[in-house]
């Protein structure tokens, strides 16, 4: 990796060619009707062959699908998937086994008749479409309707425009290896509500629908209601790895719910909400450091809830354990004279800081406020490559793999790495993952003295065990830890953001660059009182000018 390493506080696109018209293919409820179907495309070329040793050899396309034949493409593809003919629509995709397997699911298992398949005005390769339906199970019946879209492309063997097969063509909420299923649902319906007694709905709060969907996968058979029938998104194994819940797309029969309160805070939460509206990719969590209760989590982008299942390299953020690290080691102490250099080389990776800036005679202290890469990467040498990792899972609790907080969650990565990444680890890149919540959770820890696992629904309601640190950092540790925090907020990199908070209150901010993106993740965690919170906005620049002003604020708001 020979790009210069600025990871701290640094400050088009082609339009596709529009082509008009209407695919028009509309299926009766019990026979076909009429087809608008578009002619050229690939079958003009199809014969074109070039000569090779006295032989004619078919000539393999390897341009663009064109306007016309994405057209001709997506109206053979949704004609045979509309009439039932799942070979027929199969063969059109570039993956005819996943695309049976699916399509033949959409009638067996999903139980979905008389379909109507509408195309839209296509952009370039892509298809939008819309489909109607209805979807029937046990004499219960219900009209299913929602918009998908395909992409035509071309087939590098044999030069033939087809669909490019994902599970999303059927529905855009599947991922591959899902598959659509409707029955008397195994899991009941829960009704959630918030630490008031007020229900939680996704209508209210749209960051929570991913929430109240793992809320109902671990919790409905316990909870005490009875399931209805669904139409639901079975996961697949994939799916599952990246803590996706099934889903349900329509309800046919209403069950019973049972209920689960939850410890998050309906002012929060709220105000939560309105804070990342404004804010694109950006996600936030707020807890509370005395009991580990989480009291409000959301994302400006509703279908993945990054700010509990999201690994993004956390950048300077992650100085707070490293700090913690270096103070215990005795390489490091708050007020004491510190190396920033401009530049520092380990692992044959040059090491810079932002703008080449470096702090003569400084402390650790300043080092740290003003987030000096190099104070942390010169220290490298004296460490073993478990180091990081060690204190990560001791002190703070995090890469083990051990959190239940009651719904899917990812608990933060911090493998053990040599040479290079070893040291880039230090300053929360290389190997490094996290995301709101994790950081959230490190500057509680910080905050209460001692690692409190997070959790969404209270360990009495099903007994579950939560994780436990195996150890606490001493008292001189925590204090200085607690001082660097302070010192940021009051005159580092996070002051702005912080303004008029104090003087109860610490923080950090961070900037994590990810390859092929024009500006780093912007990050920010921070306490105040006995609240404590983090935030990240992808590709949004400075954390403390983006991912700040989210924290700041819900942190404004009090206990």
């Avoid at 109507?116 to 199970?137: D, E, M």
């Avoid at 692992?347 to 800081?353: A, P, S, T, V």
């Avoid at 204090?479 to 002051?495: D, F, P, V």
């Avoid at 949004?540 to 404004?556: E, M, Y």
Wanted: hydrophobic share 40%.
């Amino acid at each position: 990796m020979g790009k210069r390493r600025r990871v701290e506080e640094r400050r088009g696109k082609r339009r596709p060619a529009v082509a008009g018209g209407m695919i028009a293919v509309v299926v009766g409820g019990a026979g076909i009707g009429a087809y608008a179907l578009y002619g050229g495309g690939a079958a003009a070329d199809e014969g074109a062959a070039a000569a090779v040793n006295g032989n004619q050899v078919p000539r393999v396309r390897a341009d663009a699908p064109s306007a016309a034949e994405a057209k001709s493409t997506a109206t053979r593809f949704l004609k045979a998937w509309q009439q039932g003919k799942v070979s027929g629509a199969a063969a059109v995709t570039d993956d005819s086994a996943a695309a049976t397997a699916l399509l033949t699911g959409w009638t067996k298992d999903a139980h979905v008749t008389g379909v109507t398949l509408t195309a839209g005005k296509a952009g370039g390769t892509k298809v939008p479409f819309s489909v109607k339906g209805t979807v029937k199970y046990k004499g219960v019946s219900k009209a299913l309707a929602y918009d998908s879209a395909l992409t035509v492309v071309r087939n590098p063997k044999n030069g033939k425009a087809q669909v490019d097969w994902h599970a999303s063509v059927v529905h855009p909420g599947l991922q591959d290896g899902d598959r659509l299923v409707t029955g008397e649902s195994g899991t009941p319906p829960v009704k959630a509500l918030d630490s008031a007694g007020g229900e939680l709905t996704a209508a209210e709060y749209p960051s929570l629908e991913p929430v109240l969907d793992g809320l109902r996968e671990k919790y409905g058979k316990k909870a005490g209601g009875k399931a209805g029938v669904e139409l639901q998104i079975v996961r697949g194994k994939a799916s599952k790895a990246k803590k996706a819940s099934d889903k349900t797309l329509l309800e046919l029969s209403k069950g019973t719910p049972g209920t689960v309160r939850t410890t998050l805070s309906p002012t929060l939460q709220a105000a939560a909400e309105q804070q990342v509206a404004k804010t694109a990719k950006s996600s936030v969590v707020v807890m509370r450091p005395s009991t580990g209760e989480i009291l409000a989590v959301a994302n400006a982008g509703h279908g993945f809830n990054t700010a509990f299942n999201g690994s993004l390299a956390p950048g300077s953020t992650m100085k707070v354990i490293t700090s913690s690290l270096l103070i215990e080691k005795d390489l490091a102490s708050a007020d004491k004279v510190h190396p920033c250099p401009k530049t520092f080389t380990y692992g044959g990776w040059k090491f810079h800081n932002d703008d080449d800036f470096e702090i003569d005679g400084g402390s650790f202290k300043a080092s740290f406020a003003r987030s000096c890469n190099t104070a942390f990467i010169s220290q490298a040498p004296e460490l073993d490559n478990d180091s990081l990792t060690k204190q990560a899972q001791q002190v703070f609790g995090l890469s083990m793999n051990n959190w239940a907080i009651g719904v899917p969650s990812f608990d933060g990565s911090v493998p053990v790495q040599s040479a290079a990444q070893m040291a880039a680890s230090l300053i929360g890149q290389g190997g490094v993952r996290m995301n709101p919540l994790n950081m959230a959770s490190v500057a509680s820890t910080v905050k209460a003295g001692a690692f409190h696992q997070p959790y969404l629904v209270a360990p009495s309601v099903d007994g579950r065990t939560l994780a436990k640190a195996s150890r606490t950092m001493s008292s001189s540790t925590l204090s200085q830890l607690r001082e660097l925090m302070n010192y940021t907020a009051a005159a580092g990199t996070a002051a702005e953001a912080m303004s008029g908070l104090g003087p109860d209150y610490g923080a950090k901010t961070g900037s994590a660059e990810v390859d092929n993106q024009e500006k780093p993740n912007g990050w920010f965690t921070a306490y105040r009182g006995d609240l404590a919170a983090a935030g990240v906005v992808q590709a949004g620049g400075h954390g403390g000018d983006t991912a700040g002003p989210i924290v700041a604020a819900l942190l404004r708001l009090g206990d």
